[in-house]
């Protein structure tokens, strides 16, 4: 791409391949809403001032000024107010209003002036849902002698996602490493033993990662987490996806465990570039 901009309150994986890095406000820097799951529109005040010097919604407007595109916004109200004059079920929120209420949920609107907590009483809104028997499609990966065990992915509870946040926090006390869990007797037919360095192929690529020889996976399966860069779990898994939803396929992957000296060709590229990438430069001057 010509031009890359990220934002956001870390450099994080993205920001690696950014032309541009802007830094984004907390919580704690801003005054706006959150809505949540709930429907449930949340007021927040800021209780200091941005340490980049400019909140979020200030970046955008100047980004927009800078391309040509005025926006006159004085503050998050007034964006508030833009979006409840445009969206029917935000048409009735205001900063006023949930500075006095606290919060509400929408739809908020002139049939519901102070929100709706429950959203279906006695039915659905847009009628009954529409139930479809859909035939199982099994995965096309296939164990077999090249790639004998299945590799299934997921999350600790110490992290959250890639952990962008959360590995910058004493959580990495917890875990500090994405580690494969492997059982004894696989680990055995390896020569695989706590600790070691091991390379997890599949048909798709390869990583490496510290092995942790564990019972609590089956025999024929290994299981790692995906939080750290370093390891980046969904270079090993394949490209299906679900047919309905075009969910991937991370919980099902082909593969084969070895031992090996260190991290692949790969990763030591990858955290080359990523240092490349997040040096501190001098100060430059702004261009005209």
Sequence with gaps: MECVIVQDLFLNETANYAHIFLPGSTFLEKDGTFTNAERRIQLVRK????????????ITV????????????????????????????????????LDKVGSVQWPCNEKAPEGTPIMHIGGFKKGKGKFVLTEYVPTDERTGPRYPLLL???????????????RRTANVAWHDED?????????????????????????AGETTLRALVTDRVAPGVVYTTFHHPST???VVTTDFSDWATNCPEFKVTAVQISRSNGPTDWQERYR??????RRIGEAAEAAE
């Design 179 to 203: 580690r494969l869990e492997i059982h004894p007797h696989d680990a055995e037919q390896r020569g695989v033993n706590e600790g070691d360095w091991v390379k997890v192929a599949s048909r």
């Design 62 to 97: 100047k980004l927009a000024e800078a391309m040509g595109v005025p926006m006159n916004y004085r503050h998050p109200s007034e964006i508030m107010d833009e979006i409840a004059a445009t969206t029917p079920s935000f048409a009735g929120v205001s900063f006023a209003k």
């Design 47 to 58: 209780v200091m001032s941005p340490k980049n010097g400019y909140a979020d919604w200030e």
């Design 232 to 234: 980046q779990a969904n």
């Design 272 to 277: 080359e570039q990523a240092e490349q990438s």
């Design 152 to 166: 299934t992915t997921g999350r600790i509870l110490s992290h959250y996602n890639v952990g962008a946040q959360t």
